[in-house]
């Protein structure tokens, strides 16, 4: 049983950019979470996907936007990057929106120059 | 609003000894408190958690109590081993809806 995958594991981008990160959560969840990390913090909430809709979300700025598709995996969007977006992004993922229990994935580490 | 916060690390032990590590919470209602873990290079991990007052929860030999009238939810094990060299963030679910606040997070480093 596969558990919560994130690609890619890395990245690299300039400022400016838009970048695009992917997460399959484990299997028999159906909803997914975003956080960013930054180096030396916990994790802050971004928003939470469920039955393709954004749920709820943290206080991040529209840059940061999300799908989620019918086969419950999720992308995350970051369009206009600023340095201060360098941070480990970790999807989490459930079964329900008021689950109590989520399962996170090993992060992308994005690296913005 | 609602927020964690843990006892600044790094928390360096000699094998075998007691740990605590502090968490108090602010939240209205009632949380959902949790404990993770994260080992180098890998991502988090749910150690353990609490849903209400009272609760104890318990894993690997780590526990925790939720106690509402202190706002806590300190973490403890009664005998460290190397192998428990971590980063431990302590998180609330304010309004049971998944939505996890962190803590800053506590490094625990155990020395043989």
């Known amino acids: 049983d596969a558990g919560v995958t994130q690609s890619p594991t890395h990245l690299i981008k300039t400022r400016g950019q838009q970048v695009t990160l992917r997460c399959s959560p484990k299997?028999?969840?159906?909803?997914v979470s975003w956080y960013q990390q930054a180096l030396g913090q916990g994790p802050q909430f971004i928003f939470q996907?469920?039955?393709?809709?954004?749920?709820q979300r943290g206080n991040f700025p529209d840059r940061f936007s999300g799908h989620q598709f019918p086969n419950y995996s999720s992308e995350l969007n970051v369009n206009a990057l600023l340095l201060g977006d360098s941070a480990l992004y970790l999807c989490?993922?459930?079964f329900g929106p008021g689950q109590e229990t989520q399962y996170f994935g090993p992060g992308t580490r994005l690296l913005v120059l | 609003g609602d927020s964690v916060t843990q006892m600044e690390g790094p928390v360096t032990l000699s094998e075998e000894a007691f740990l605590t590590i502090n968490c108090t919470y602010t939240?209205?209602?009632?949380?959902?408190l949790f404990w993770y873990v994260q080992y180098p290079g890998e991502g988090l991990q749910l150690l353990l958690k609490?849903?209400?007052?009272?609760d104890k929860g318990s894993n690997k030999g780590f526990e925790a109590t939720y106690r509402k009238e202190t706002t806590s939810f300190h973490l403890e094990k009664g005998s460290v081993q190397v192998s428990d060299s971590a980063v431990y963030f302590c998180?609330?679910?304010?309004?049971?809806?998944?939505?996890?606040?962190f803590g800053q997070g506590t490094t625990l480093q155990v020395k043989p």
């Open positions: 998180a609330l679910d304010p309004s049971n809806t998944g939505k996890l606040i």
């Open positions: 299997s028999g969840h159906d909803t």
């Open positions: 609490a849903t209400k007052a009272d």
């Open positions: 996907y469920y039955e393709e809709e954004e749920r």
């Open positions: 939240a209205t209602g009632y949380p959902s």
């Open positions: 989490a993922s459930g």
